[in-house]
């Protein structure tokens, strides 16, 4: 079936890096854009970056711009985030999601992974 | 940057109709996509372009969207639809997926 299982969250401290991988199955990966959502504690839906089906555009949010960067290898069905320098405002939840065809909505959600910036 | 406004909270009967509503300046103009999370759970699309149902989502569930407001429309409402709703735009001006606050719906 269809499905987006994220890896590779945990706890770091204040200026830390941290690199979160997506894998996805049950759909032709390189095929979709893929967005990173995350979610803080108690708090709303924040989006984070996108990257096009082909990796050749990518957008970020104002918050993370110059500190995250969004990246994929269609060979291994794979989304990366790869987070440098983070504060505890991104502590959260990261959902990776898949674009649902060309629209810009998310039909599909993997589990989420939990990032806690804390020292 | 582009807002998207929800009220906070929603109470409804079961049985009776929810209306949850997202304001933003000419939402109209754009393609409104709306999300449930339950507690502890991803979230999951249940209206796509304004007023398109996904695949196995109820009928019981609809949408609309014109002028300044966005309308989540659930009808014989269940305690199953208890949870937080998003709506949710693509803002072309700033290249930028905005999400409105949330709102949580409480079945009494």
């Known amino acids: 079936q269809v499905q987006l299982v994220e890896s590779g969250g945990g706890v770091v401290q204040p200026g830390g890096s941290l690199r979160l991988s997506c894998a996805a199955s049950?759909?032709?990966?390189?095929?979709?854009?893929m967005h990173w959502v995350r979610q803080a504690p108690g708090k709303g839906l924040e989006w984070v970056t996108f990257?096009?089906?082909?990796?050749?555009?990518?957008y970020y949010a104002d918050s993370v711009k110059g500190r995250f960067t969004i990246s994929r290898d269609n060979s291994k069905n794979t989304l990366y985030l790869q987070m440098n320098s983070l504060r505890a405002e991104d502590t959260a939840v990261y959902y990776c999601?898949?674009?649902?065809?060309?629209?810009?909505?998310?039909?599909?959600w993997g589990q989420g992974t939990m990032v806690t910036v804390s020292s | 940057s582009y807002v998207l406004t929800q009220p906070p909270s929603v109470s409804v009967a079961p049985g009776k109709t929810a209306r949850i509503t997202c304001g933003g300046n000419?939402?109209?103009?754009?393609?409104v996509h709306w999300y449930q999370q339950k507690p502890g759970q991803a979230p999951v699309l249940v209206i796509y372009?304004?007023?398109d149902r996904p695949s196995g989502i109820p009928e019981r569930f609809s949408g609309s969207n014109s002028g300044n407001t966005a309308t989540l429309t659930i009808s014989r409402v269940e305690a199953g639809d208890e949870a937080d709703y998003y709506c949710?735009?693509?803002?072309?001006?700033?290249?930028?997926?905005?999400f409105g606050g949330g709102t949580k719906l409480t079945v009494l």
């Open positions: 999601a898949k674009a649902m065809g060309a629209t810009w909505a998310f039909n599909i």
């Open positions: 049950g759909f032709t990966f390189s095929d979709y854009g």
């Open positions: 990257i096009r089906y082909d990796g050749s555009n990518k």
């Open positions: 000419n939402i109209g103009s754009k393609s």
């Open positions: 372009y304004d007023s």
């Open positions: 949710q735009v693509w803002d072309s001006s700033s290249d930028h997926v905005i």
